[in-house]
């Protein structure tokens, strides 16, 4: 199994409370991305990195911030949580080398609940 | 943006009976991903086909990158119990930070 891990696993937090999630690999990939899964709607990229301090948005980045110090950390921040982003959210890495695409291997993802 | 048809949304089998299930897309890929989930955990990759007509076994799994690119098949060979899950196909936009773009997802349930 792929090195990452996710924290916390779960998180119950109040609606206009900013909220943090941290994915963390061994793997030394260079790409990582964070997720979120809901029903009637698979899986749906937020942001994604492409390197430490490079950024960008995926899909449904409204609402949510992302940060890349380390090779090894992606920081997820949810500013002001709304009850819309409850969800699971999932976090990907993958590397590629002589420009052919690699796969994306996920962590065990964290349950947001905002109530 | 860019959009997968997943099919069937669910099945219900018996144990030992066949599987299969398509995934088809607007788009060109140059990439298919198949991923298994089971409740409670993260998508786990299954098969990976890079190549258009290619044909990847892994065990008795199949799946099969289309000719045209814009789709692909997973077929599952004599089911077994633990097969049960939630079964998501992706196609990965090779340019850029390769962005997977996800299917709905196939539920299969196993009768005993």
């Known amino acids: 199994d792929a090195g990452i891990t996710q924290s916390p696993r779960h998180k119950v937090t109040e609606t206009g409370t900013p909220v943090t999630l941290r994915c963390h690999q061994t793997?030394?990939?260079?790409?990582m991305y964070w997720y979120r899964q809901d029903p009637g709607h698979g899986l749906r990229l937020i942001h994604y990195?492409?390197?430490?301090?490079?950024?960008d948005k995926g899909e449904v980045s409204d609402g949510y911030s992302v940060s890349r110090s380390k090779t090894e950390d992606f920081l997820l921040t949810l500013e002001s949580a709304t009850s819309s982003q409850t969800s699971v959210y999932f976090c990907a890495i993958s590397e590629s080398w002589l420009a052919v695409p690699h796969e994306q291997y996920f962590g065990p993802g964290t349950r947001l609940t905002v109530t | 943006g860019q959009q997968l048809n997943q099919s069937p949304q669910s099945m219900f089998i018996q144990e030992g009976e066949d599987v299969s299930m398509n995934c088809t897309s607007s788009s060109i890929f140059n990439t298919w991903l198949w991923y298994k989930q089971d409740p409670g955990e993260g998508p786990v990759l299954l098969i990976a086909?890079?190549?258009?007509?290619e044909l990847t076994s892994n065990g008795r799994l199949t799946a099969q990158f289309g000719i045209t690119r814009k789709d692909s098949f997973l077929n599952i060979s004599a089911s077994i119990p633990s097969d049960v899950g939630i079964y998501f196909c992706a196609g990965l936009d090779s340019q850029g930070a390769q962005k997977l773009v996800f299917g709905q997802g196939t539920r299969l349930t196993i009768n005993p």
């Open positions: 793997e030394n990939h260079r790409y």
């Open positions: 086909l890079y190549k258009a007509g």
């Open positions: 990195s492409y390197g430490v301090k490079d950024t």
